[in-house]
């Protein structure tokens, strides 16, 4: 531990941030997944076919989340009190403004998917459009999941990402 005592949440050299993420990812899925929505993890493709960079922004999507679009959600993990945010009075909106929305958003226009960039702190605070995506978008048009399952996923996701915890 450091003298600031922020070592553990910040550090990039143990792979903490990336377990956090993939445990986010994992968690989304499986939500989808009992929800029937048949989603699929880090999917290749969903920019279209004309898109040869072989990027995967969505690390989980959801082909049939509307009836002509579907869905999906890039999950990142970000540290507060790195550096490299300090200075940021919103870190989370910051990070999903200049590193998801303005680099992969515009991809999105032509594809058949809708982008939604979920940012989380190690302390467990999310961007406001993760917080719409797991609260509004939490119900699914074709009435599979609900609001409740919303707030449980988003309640779930802030766990995984402050602590240990695994559903």
């Not at 998801?100 to 702190?121: I, L, N």
Request: proline share 7%.
């Amino acid at each position: 531990m450091d003298i600031y005592g922020d070592h553990s949440v910040c550090c990039s050299k143990t792979g903490d941030r990336i377990t956090r993420h993939n445990r986010l990812r994992n968690l989304i899925f499986k939500i989808a997944d009992i929800g029937l929505l048949s989603p699929e993890m880090e999917k290749l493709g969903l920019l279209g076919e004309t898109d040869r960079s072989r990027r995967r922004p969505g690390d989980v999507s959801i082909k049939n989340w509307t009836l002509r679009r579907g869905l999906a959600i890039d999950v990142a993990v970000i540290c507060p009190v790195a550096p490299s945010h300090l200075n940021t009075p919103d870190p989370c909106e910051s990070y999903a403004l200049h590193q998801k929305t303005e680099r992969y958003a515009p991809a999105f226009v032509h594809s058949d998917y809708d982008f939604a960039p979920v940012v989380f702190e190690t302390s467990g605070a999310v961007n406001k459009e993760g917080d719409q995506t797991f609260k509004e978008r939490g119900t699914h048009p074709h009435g599979v999941c609900s609001p409740l399952l919303g707030a449980f996923l988003l309640l779930c996701s802030r766990l995984c990402c402050a602590t240990d915890f695994e559903p």
